[in-house]
């Protein structure tokens, strides 16, 4: 069945704020959710124990990240599982620790698929195993479709384009993606 259905986020920053309250409280962490326009965000989306479970549409929108932590898995999702995030663009800056990334910080578990999207940010990761738009996989699988990177990525050891790093378990899957970067690291 279909995740319940809720309505399109604003262009205010508050609802992504929101969003991440409510997600991060296991709150309508399962719901489909829609970006109506472009917006800046500071919060992240998801944790290890109540990652975000749903769908989310960015309508061809841009997240413009402003994000720093010294935590694991610093990215606009912090923590997804059996999600779906299509029609994004991020854009701006992401800095953390270990296994952060301009999309995803961490795939708990699940059938995941991250579709015609494209991470245009600055990554930098002060430790290691980091990625553009995955900083970690466990024991899921995930699908990119149609993604883009064009973004950067600096700092720390370990880093791949598309997926950081991978747990034994952990399968990706490159459909049609493009790397499109000045930035020299292995795609997966």
Do not use: Q
């Not at 709150?27 to 959710?33: E, H, P, Q, R, T």
């Not at 991250?114 to 024991?139: D, L, Q």
């Not at 050891?157 to 993606?177: K, M, Q, R």
């Amino acid at each position: 069945p279909a995740p319940p259905a809720h309505p399109p986020l604003s262009p205010s920053p508050a609802d992504w704020d929101i969003l991440a309250a409510n997600v991060n409280a296991d709150i309508n962490s399962d719901a489909c959710y829609c970006l109506a326009a472009d917006i800046g965000i500071t919060t992240t989306v998801g944790t290890s124990a109540h990652p975000f479970c749903g769908v989310f549409d960015g309508g061809g929108h841009t997240l413009t990240a402003n994000l720093s932590g010294t935590d694991y898995f610093v990215a606009p999702f912090s923590a997804i599982s059996g999600a779906t995030i299509s029609n994004l663009v991020v854009a701006g800056t992401v800095a953390g620790y270990m296994h952060c990334s301009g999309l995803v910080g961490t795939i708990v578990h699940g059938v995941n698929v991250i579709e015609n999207c494209k991470v245009a940010a600055a990554i930098t990761s002060s430790a290691s195993h980091f990625g553009g738009f995955i900083g970690h996989s466990i024991t899921n699988a995930v699908t990119l479709r149609g993604c883009v990177f064009s973004g950067s990525l600096s700092g720390g050891t370990y880093v791949a384009t598309f997926n950081g790093w991978s747990d034994e378990g952990a399968a990706a899957t490159l459909i049609e993606c493009l790397y499109a970067s000045a930035s020299t690291h292995p795609i997966v």
